[in-house]
């Protein structure tokens, strides 16, 4: 069974930057494409960035794109999410999942796992 722990949520004004990390436990982790989500209070889990296996290939929301990096190390088994140029509309739970879907990256359902989530509040 794989445990995925986000951290590095928190409280920011608009325009700052904010690291999430994604731990994962086990060896499942470099075999799974890796995407990080959000959900906000009273809406949809909505995809926000997604990451090969091996890193070489990732994919943004377009509401995100050129604002957020996603990253892996495979080696201490744990996934990134740079976010900068934060704005209130990306205030949200964000969650990262692992995948074995390539197609389908973008939809929820199909991410075998998933951690707790954190925080992300963004103020004006």
């Known amino acids: 069974q794989v445990q995925l722990v986000e951290s590095g949520g928190g409280l920011v004004q608009a325009g700052g930057s904010l690291l999430l990390s994604c731990a994962a436990s086990?060896?499942?982790?470099?075999?799974?494409?890796m995407g990080w989500f959000r959900q906000a209070p009273g809406k949809e889990r909505e995809f926000v960035s997604h990451?090969?296996?091996?890193?070489?290939?990732?994919y943004y929301a377009d509401s995100v794109k050129g604002r957020f990096s996603i990253s892996r190390d495979n080696a201490k088994n744990t996934g990134y999410l740079q976010m900068d140029s934060l704005k209130p509309e990306d205030t949200a739970v964000y969650y990262c999942?692992?995948?074995?879907?390539?197609?389908?990256?973008?939809?929820?359902?199909?991410?075998?796992?998933w951690g707790q989530g954190t925080q992300v509040t963004v103020s004006s």
């Open positions: 990451i090969s296996r091996s890193g070489g290939t990732s």
């Open positions: 086990g060896r499942t982790f470099s075999n799974r494409r």
């Open positions: 999942g692992l995948t074995s879907s390539g197609s389908y990256y973008y939809k929820a359902d199909t991410y075998d796992y």
